[in-house]
Nanobody, 116 residues
């Protein structure tokens, strides 16, 4: 059974930092591209980070580049998203995603709220 479980969300002040974690099981994690998405009500789901299977290549949109960093530990089947210098516009539900062959696997999400 495929399972992706996000954790680490919460309330932080602008300029603060959070690290999200996604624990994966039920598929070949080390062969999967991993992604983080976020979604706010009324908006389309946005890709915020992606990492290749060996972790040698990462990509970010301009909205988070220089502030967010994705990493993975294949021995622990876990992917992380380090978020620094958080802004109110970063407030969203953050989802872990695994892209494996023709299938997409999704976690249930973790809420990040950036507010003073």
């Amino acid at each position: 059974q495929v399972q992706l479980v996000e954790s680490g969300g919460g309330l932080v002040q602008p300029g603060g930092s959070l690290r999200l974690s996604c624990a994966a099981s039920g598929f070949n994690f080390r062969h999967s591209v991993m992604n983080w998405y976020r979604q706010t009500p009324g908006k389309e789901r946005e890709l915020v980070a992606t990492i290749t299977s060996l972790g040698t290549t990462t990509n970010y949109p301009d909205s988070v580049k220089g502030r967010f960093s994705i990493s993975r530990d294949n021995d622990k089947s876990t992917v992380y998203l380090q978020m620094n210098n958080l802004k109110p516009e970063d407030t969203a539900v953050y989802y872990c995603n695994a892209a494996l062959h023709e299938l997409d696997y999704w976690g249930k999400g973790t809420l990040v709220t950036v507010s003073s």
